[in-house]
């Protein structure tokens, strides 16, 4: 081969490969709006639960029970 024919060869390889690359940028720059708004509301709902949860009178007890038995503690 030629010098010109593997300057040339080299160069379109090169193309391809920045080609390929920016693609794969774009295909995985991120989150698209939908599924920011898919989080923030499984997140709400989660913590909506967690605040049911922990508010509950059973859980309630228990967390003071811990915390007064902590206080309590000698050192």
Do not use: P
Not at 32 to 60: N, R
């Amino acid at each position: 081969m030629s010098r010109l024919v593997r300057a040339r060869l080299r160069a379109l390889v090169c193309r391809a490969r920045a080609a390929r690359r920016q693609a794969v940028l774009r295909r995985d720059a991120g989150m698209v709006t939908s599924e920011y708004a898919m989080g923030i509301v499984a997140a709400v709902a989660f913590a909506v639960v967690l605040y049911k949860v922990v508010t509950s009178g059973a859980v309630s007890a228990e967390l003071q029970g811990i915390v007064k038995k902590a206080l309590d503690a000698r050192m």
